[in-house]
């Protein structure tokens, strides 16, 4: 934890980015102003400028252990509101042919709907830390800039002042472009071209499921590359999901939207829609290009101003990283305070540095995903191609071998570094387990150690 040592901060936007952004600035500053243009009603309602507020969420463990770590009790402050604890037992992966083992890593995940975790994280933020404040209704209209160096911002009828500006804008940020004037280029941008189109229900759960469980069903890549997931929510729902890449968009109507269900190479996401009520239209979402803004490659910034969050990196949002990484950055923000101080003007160069180190990891994750459908174009990390040939054999390896599979779900949650997946003990493990990999039921949940 950093010391105050004085100063205040702005930062605009109130979401995920925004919330753990204050969260971290006020242990370090006097005074935080958070300024969101939606209206912040206090129910758990998706706000406006979230476009996927209404889609799936699920808080990877990075993530998850970041606001624990920041909000002690916080997840029984969800629990209570609804959302739902999960073990790594209970979730369900179908790829690469066939069903993931299901070890149990003695983690528990929670999942809720969107509004739900903003809202929780916004009370505790309010509640605990009087030195922040959420003015809402409020639209940043532009930066003010002084001699190098951003001091506040204006709004329609106002002028903020700050020492720091952080910018929780999302991927269509703007506030880049208007630094352009003042002599500050825009940075390159790094683009992944996926066309990911989905759609989601939200459903009743049928009173026969006692046992509400994630789950995630991937088609070949190489043969159209669809995808599902089921996400349990509060009050006994469940939010579906259904994606399909390059141009191939899922139904909306009913009938249409359950053949696509049932095209996946599992039947478990169709069966379950089978057994439930539908409690409103399927909602679609589209989105052309993951895009990573290379913030840490630019040779000068304006002292007293980062962006954070998807304003840096914007993943493809069927792999759930966003909001763990937005809280990864948030917290090496905080590092970069504490090393240099609000006011330098070596701060913003600092944090994006330590925020590449954030994203790179899950970028390569994401970009080699990706880039398994032929049809995927742009920005290729080195040595993709290579990842993707392993990963088809660790993918198979998890169809047969707890460790293996377990080692994965902690390098997806963030928590293990993908070399972990290639030491020289673990590719043997990986290139056994691969042979013997077949294509069956779902298996049980894996409850003990195994050195397979």
Known sequence: MGERRGGTAIVIGASIAGLCAARVLSDRVDHVTVIERDRITGAHIPRRSVPQGRHGHVLLAAGHQRLRRWFPGITGDLEAAGAVRYGTEEVVFHQAGGYRMRPALGYRGVSMTRPLLEETIRGRLLRGYMNVSVTDEVAVDGLIVEDGRVAGVRTDGAVYRADLVVACTGRNTRFLDQLEPAGFTAPDVSTVR?????????????????????????????????MGTVVPVEDGRAIVTLAGFHGDVPPTDADGFHAFARSLPSPAIADLLAGTEPLGPVLTHRMPTSQRRRMELLKRHPAGFVVLGDAICSFNPVYGQGMSVAALQAQELG???????????????????????????????AAAADFADPRTSGAKPPGTDLLNRYLDHVLRACHTSPRVAGQLLQVQNLVAHPRSLATPVMAARVFTAARDSPAGTCPA????????
Do not use: K
């Open 335 to 365: 590092r970069a305070v504490d090393r240099h101080g609000l006011r330098s003007s070596r701060l913003p160069a600092a944090f994006y540095r330590r925020a590449a180190r954030v994203v790179e990891v899950p970028w390569r994750i």
């Open 194 to 226: 996926i066309d990911i189109a989905y759609g989601t229900r939200t459903v009743r759960l049928g009173s026969g499921r006692t046992d509400p469980r994630i789950v995630l069903v991937v088609d070949n890549p190489r043969a159209g590359h669809r």
């Open 445 to 452: 949940p894996v409850t003990h150690d195994s050195t397979a």
